[in-house]
């Protein structure tokens, strides 16, 4: 069952009241608790892919990975 525009449009809204409701200072550190959030799921997935690499292997292909994405993302 597909949700319907009406339930849509509620959620959205909700998600809008719900983030001008927010304390600045939550908003402000949203970023870095994102940022660490994404890392650990990029760890796992490099975990996965690479079940035999050390932490310290995995930190290096993390910031390799994180390099690319930063050159991709300026257009490189």
Same mark, same amino acid.
Do not use: H
């Given at each position: ?5 009406? !339930?849509? +449009?509620?959620?959205? $809204? ?5 983030? =001008?409701?927010?304390?600045? #200072? ?7 608790? !994102?940022? +660490?959030?994404?890392? $650990? ?5 490099? =975990?996965?892919?690479?079940? #035999? ?24």
């Amino acid at each position: 069952m597909e949700p319907t525009q009406e !339930l849509i +449009d509620a959620i959205y $809204r909700e998600r809008v009241l719900r983030a =001008r409701r927010t304390p600045l #200072d939550q908003k402000f550190l949203a970023g870095p608790q !994102l940022f +660490d959030r994404a890392c $650990r799921i990029m760890k796992d997935g490099i =975990r996965s892919e690479r079940p #035999d690499a050390t932490e310290v292997e995995v930190e290096a292909i993390l910031r390799q990975r994180l390099a690319l994405t930063r050159r991709l993302g300026n257009g490189e």
